[in-house]
Nanobody
Framework: VQLQASGGGLVQTGGSLALSCEASVRIYGMGWFRQAPGKEREFVAAITWIGEATDYADSVKGRFTISRDMAKNTVYLQMNSLKLEDTADYYC?????????????????WGLGTEVTVSS
């Protein structure tokens, strides 16, 4: 199983970026984690099989939106009102089980990170 993420880049504070991640097969739970320099990897957002439920870290609620296109096996992360502290490598994740990937222990598949840098 491969998860191919794209969309990272450099943006100023208050700006927006959209990440996308295409899975090579259909995956039940999908989501995003991130890891900032010198910090541990943390949960960002998750979405269930048909998108009926979403979860967000408190730090991104109201600013980030996760969605998915089942036909394309793709999950998206729209990031608005970006802050300096959003700077990190963002990882697309997935689970072969019907569950919300809000903990690393629920993740079966990790994609390569895509870098997001927010500058002042």
């Amino acid at each position: 199983v491969q998860l191919q993420a794209s969309g990272g880049g450099l943006v100023q504070t208050g700006g927006s970026l959209a990440l996308s991640c295409e899975a090579s097969v259909r995956i039940y739970g999908m989501g995003w984690f991130r890891q900032a320099p010198g910090k541990e990897r943390e949960f960002v957002a998750a979405i269930t099989w048909i998108g009926e439920a979403t979860d967000y870290a408190d730090s991104v609620k109201g600013r980030f939106t996760i969605s998915r296109d089942m036909a394309k096996n793709t999950v998206y992360l729209q990031m608005n009102s970006l802050k300096l502290e959003d700077t990190a490598d963002y990882y697309c994740v997935g689970s072969r089980r019907y569950q919300r990937v809000i903990f690393p222990g629920r993740v079966d598949y990790w994609g390569l990170g895509t870098e997001v840098t927010v500058s002042s």
